[in-house]
């Protein structure tokens, strides 16, 4: 993969940088704000090499890439270098609905936390390490080494409020050293002294309450966010010649001392009260809250919302200092779709699925789903299922034992020292609940079953052909017209994505009669909710993506009727949607209807019908023949 290459590419179908607002990165995922999401391009940037699924949630524009991400974002970050982190100049389109606020509010969380996430992963994974080495003999607790690397693994928990402050500043918009200088009042070593002294502190006759900010979350963000009011009020007064000192003094000299007597100390309350609230629920739902979040982990990773869980999680391991609900769920549905995949790639006949199927599964087994699940569950749909079923039932014996993590980090096989506990028998637990969870997912799958293609099969038809012999070519190398009217070449389209044939190969048609109905066997793999357009797969593995009109997503779903559903199975002939072609035509839409054969790089040629072939009679016509 050219990461470089690809990097371009995404930042050419999102609308150029002039379109890109903000961008980070998670462990799977490039994550985008963008200015107008309506500039970008899903279908295009879906098609690129190296990536695996494009979704807009969360106020984000996501673009899953897999591990690789890093690299990608990398050289992504270097062509828009130029674009700043906040500018209070552009109007984003905002959502004021509840859904909306939501979003906002979960994109501001991830935004926060994502960055950090490597640092306290890797010091967090030290931790562990260090509490297996002297149970190895490889090393001793009172050894100055051994201390040192204690100090290492803690810095980066105990400077937290620092990581925050920096990337809180870049949602915010505030100064991002000045940020950090405010954190540094927090945790400065004679405030600490101060505190331990006996006596009461006073900041102008007003009570400072003695806290703790090592490793704290949220009263640095309610610092940074109020920060980022009184700064702009301090540039607004500060005259130009001293505003380079005179503002972050207005700044410093007004947050500070509300960070000390207010805002701190409802931080930790509110931090406090997070980890309580967990702890609460796993003390009231015991095994059942872990198993019921275990099987709809997947789904909630789908939406890329398990980034609000970070508070509650890092608050938990602050205090008591171990998460019980949220790492170990994730454990057990980590292990279950690393499972599912690798019992598909075992059990398919179809290469390619074998291939993604291996790697997905690898990936899933080591902490990341992303693949496993875009590439492979969410594909067959009955593998998922299987999947939620092994994690359900370990998540009930993993909650019965009460597992716990002491590391923020995503569960898998090389992260299994987070659930290690001096003297306890929790490592022994996580592996017992890992292992039952491969086995019951692994077992599922083969129970279920999914839909595949039997390579075996399509190769003797092959053989039957070149015989000369009689076969029914229908469902497998002929593509009839879903739709009657007049057939024209994709060159011809008004839409640049088809007539370059970036979605693939195929053929246009002007329809005469507003119904689309099934070009072969098959099954329904998606209708958009615009009803504008859908998604086939014939029972031999053949896609196909039936566009109607051009730009007629932005109807919004008028004058479409959908009559069938994702994962329907469908026959040749059969209605899938009625669409009002007057009326489309009379709001101006061009209905010049797509056929596009989207897996066309997996066939050798597609032969075309020849263009201006009237489709007027009831019996369905060949438009595209497949070799």
């Not at 109007?91 to 969380?109: C, H, P, Q, V, W």
Request: hydrophobic share 50%; glycine share 8%.
């Amino acid at each position: 993969m050219n990461y470089k290459t690809l990097a371009q590419s995404i930042l050419k179908h999102v609308g150029g940088k002039d379109n890109v607002q903000d961008a980070i990165h998670c462990m799977t995922r490039l994550r985008l704000t963008l200015k107008n999401p309506s500039l970008a391009n899903s279908e295009e940037i879906s098609d690129l090499e190296g990536v695996i699924k494009v979704a807009s949630t969360s106020g984000q524009y996501q673009i899953i890439i897999g591990s690789n991400v890093g690299y990608v974002y990398k050289e992504f970050a270097k062509l828009i270098d130029t674009v700043p982190k906040s500018d209070s100049n552009i109007e984003t389109m905002k959502d004021n609905s509840l859904k909306g606020y939501f979003n906002r509010f979960a994109n501001l969380i991830t935004g926060i936390f994502a960055p950090i996430i490597p640092a306290i992963a890797g010091a967090g994974m030290l931790k562990a390490l260090l509490v297996l080495l002297p149970m190895l003999n490889l090393m001793k607790e009172d050894s100055q080494t051994y201390l040192l690397l204690k100090i290492i693994s803690d810095a980066a928990f105990f400077f937290l409020p620092m990581l925050l402050a920096y990337t809180s500043s870049q949602k915010f918009g505030t100064n991002p050293m000045v940020s950090i200088t405010l954190a540094g009042v927090l945790l400065h070593p004679n405030l600490t002294t101060l505190f331990n002294s006996g006596e009461s502190v006073l900041f102008a006759g007003i009570p400072v309450k003695a806290v703790s900010y090592g490793a704290s979350v949220i009263p640095i963000i309610l610092v940074v966010w109020l920060m980022s009011y009184v700064e702009k009020l301090a540039e607004k007064v500060s005259p130009g010649p001293v505003k380079i000192f005179l503002a972050p003094l207005i700044t410093i000299i007004i947050v500070a001392p509300i960070a000390l007597i207010v805002l701190g100390p409802l931080g930790m309350y509110l931090g406090a009260g997070l980890a309580a609230g967990v702890l609460w629920i796993h003390q009231t739902a015991g095994w059942a809250a872990v198993a019921l979040l275990a099987v709809f982990l997947p789904f909630i990773i789908m939406f890329g919302m398990q980034k609000v869980f970070y508070p509650v999680v890092i608050a938990s391991l602050a205090s008591p200092g171990y998460d019980s609900l949220i790492g170990v769920a994730m454990l057990v549905s980590n292990m279950a779709q690393g499972a599912g995949s690798l019992a598909v790639s075992f059990k398919t006949k179809d290469p390619k699925l074998k291939q993604i199927a291996l790697s997905g599964g690898i990936s899933a087994l080591f902490g990341i789903t992303e693949p496993a699940l875009y590439g492979v569950h969410l594909k067959l749909k009955k593998t998922l299922f299987a999947c939620m079923i092994g994690a359900g039932i370990s998540g009930i014996i993993v909650g019965i034992v009460k597992l716990k993590a002491f590391v923020m980090v995503s569960p898998g096989i090389a992260t299994m020292p987070i659930f290690i506990e001096k003297g306890t028998s929790n490592f022994t637990y996580a592996v017992i609940g890992a292992i039952i969870s491969i086995v019951i997912t692994f077992a599922m799958v083969y129970l279920i079953g999914f839909d595949d293609v039997n390579v075996k099969d399509d190769k003797q038809k092959d053989m039957n052909l070149d015989e000369g012999k009689p076969q029914n070519t229908v469902n497998r190398k002929v593509i009839y017209s879903p739709i009657k009217g007049d057939v024209i070449s994709l060159k011809h389209v008004q839409d640049k994505v088809f007539s370059e044939e970036v979605m693939g190969k195929g053929m246009a048609i002007k329809p005469i009669e507003g119904k689309v109905v099934a070009p072969f066997d098959g099954t329904v793999e998606m209708v958009f909710h615009t009803k504008h357009a859908i998604g086939l797969k014939s029972a031999l593995g053949v896609e196909v993506l039936i566009h109607i009109g051009i730009d007629t997503v932005n109807l919004n779903g008028q004058y479409f009727t959908s009559h069938v559903q994702g994962g329907d199975h469908i026959k040749q002939g059969q209605l899938l949607i009625d669409f009002d072609l007057k009326n489309i035509q009379k709001a101006g839409y061009d209905t010049t209807t797509p056929v596009v054969i989207t897996n066309s790089a997996d066939y050798l040629e597609i032969l075309s019908q020849d263009e201006k072939v009237e489709r007027v009679s009831d019996k369905q016509q060949p438009l595209l023949t497949i070799l």
